[in-house]
């Protein structure tokens, strides 16, 4: 079956604007991350939903980053007012929920975001 | 708060030598632990992970890796490396109610082979 999609692969945009990234989940997989890995590190964390909601947002840096997953399947990652250092890849994975037993995250390929 | 350290930035080893990448760890309770690999161009594949029971984990690619409690470590082994080895490799530790919810991954180690 299809594994977890990113769109888009690539993302140019402006300091100051707004941007938008997307997540499409393996079909079925209750849970869904959100990392951002910058260049020459590895991923850090950002936010966890479980279903429709945001199980932990602990890792969001600032108040820029929002998350949303209206229904429970794709999710899409705001970033208000870019800055250069938001400059990463940014990944998503998706697992099943199996309460009591254990279950990997499935990453998918990861948006490049450049903020010039 | 957990935390992982690979102290090897970067690894060279000749096709057909054995390999072992460092993995050290912090956390407060039983770790839940995880070794990725990264491909240019390609999303994170986990290899193996280790959440109880026996130490010494199998995964697939015929690596292995063995959790030391007394020396908080997790280091990855394979007996014979393979040109296509070579990539980027993530070790990392779990949180969380089920232990796996919140990653928290090192820096990496980037293995190069040569033949």
């Known amino acids: ?116 | 708060a957990q935390s992982v350290t690979q102290p090897d930035i970067h690894i060279t080893v000749s096709e057909g030598a054995s390999l072992e990448l460092r993995c050290n760890y912090s956390y407060g309770a039983t770790p839940y632990l995880f070794w990725y690999v990264q491909s240019p161009g390609q999303g994170l594949q986990l290899l193996l992970k280790y959440f109880s029971g026996d130490t010494l984990v199998q995964g697939i690619k015929g690596f292995e890796a063995e959790f030391k409690r007394s020396q908080s470590s997790f280091n990855l082994r394979k007996p014979s490396v393979h040109w296509s080895d070579a990539a980027e490799y993530f070790c990392a530790v779990g949180a969380g109610d089920f232990g796996n919810e919140k990653l928290t991954f090192g820096t990496g180690t980037r293995l190069t082979i040569i033949p």
């Open chain 1, 1 to 116: 079956g299809a594994g977890v999609s990113q769109t888009p692969s690539n993302k140019v945009t402006e300091k100051g604007k707004y941007v938008e990234l997307r997540c499409d989940p393996i079909s079925g997989h209750t849970a869904l991350y959100w990392y951002r890995q910058s260049l020459g590190q590895g991923p850090e964390f950002l936010i966890y939903f479980q279903g429709t909601g945001a199980a932990d947002d602990s890792g969001l840096p600032n108040d820029r980053f929002f998350a949303v997953r209206p229904e429970g399947s794709v999710s899409t990652l705001k970033i208000q007012r870019t800055e250069r250092g938001d400059s990463a890849v940014y990944l998503c994975a998706s697992s099943p929920t199996d309460r009591g037993g254990t279950y990997e995250q499935y990453f998918g390929p990861g948006t490049r975001l450049t903020v010039t």
